[in-house]
């Protein structure tokens, strides 16, 4: 006898983004304002999805309405908040969020550190508005919704353009093209073909981090101060001591190449150090890691870029 199908419930939780924009005309690709339209319409705009879904059903919330280049951690918190009380519930399958492309990488790998859950949370997005002669939000949002409902799919996943991304390893690399996000050497986890998943490697469970209930509990006002900074030709050192006297926590400082980083930030950042700031390296090149001990430094996460080690070392902080 075939088992009869587990009808489950989804969730998709608004933010705002390109996805749910609007412009004046349909040929403006850029001129838009993000995040106008609510996730419900968004769902609405997508063809096939009831047919799609089989028989699961499905919820929206709209958590924030945001340009995700002004994403903040209270928005983060609450996101996190209501997917830890969704993915909670014995009957939802998963939870789709709708997200700006810009800081998408960054969200991702926050829900990762802090989302102690084995089930899917899929992340997706669109480079144009929702008011483009051929809008890529409803093949992204159907696209995520196959993700999603895939009983080999774990933990925080970002979909783009056909391909899956793990929140570790996806990064914007684009600013305009519809395939805006990669994984690096990683490679994507897999693909969605027709509305089917295929998958690079089922393996490698997510890691949550040890600091995640502190994360979800405490006002996000009150989080650990984290700041990225480049090293390049030129680096003017007196930005260290300006963050340090303002009271930063924590430093991460994208190194040139391997980790190398200009003399003068050198001194500075080993002078924030001894002052009782966290310090932590990595490289700005969008590609690879860094290999071996490059400089006096402590070395973020492997393969992090400097946003994503910001997260780590923020959430390291919260302890
Ligand atoms: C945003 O990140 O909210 C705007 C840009 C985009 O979604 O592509």
Redesign the pocket.
Known sequence: MVDAKKIQKFVVLGT????AGTAASASDHTGYT??QLGVQHLLDAVPGLNDALQGDSLVCEQIAQ????DMDHATWQALAQRCTHWLGQSDVGGVVITH????LEETAWFLQQVLSTTKPVVLT???RPATALTPDGPQNLLDAMAVVRDPMARGVLAVCAGRIHSARAVQKVHPYRLDAFSSGDAGPRGWVEQGRVRWADPGSWPVVHVHAHVALALPADNWPWVAVLHSHAGTDARQVSALVAAGVKGLVVAGTGNGTVHHSLLSALAEAQTRGVAVRLTTRCAEGQLVGQPAALQTAPSGLNGYKARVSLMLDLMG
Request: glycine letters at 24%.
């Open positions: 705002g983004g390109t996805i993000a995040g945001l340009d995700s280049k700006g492309t810009d800081t997005c669109a480079m």
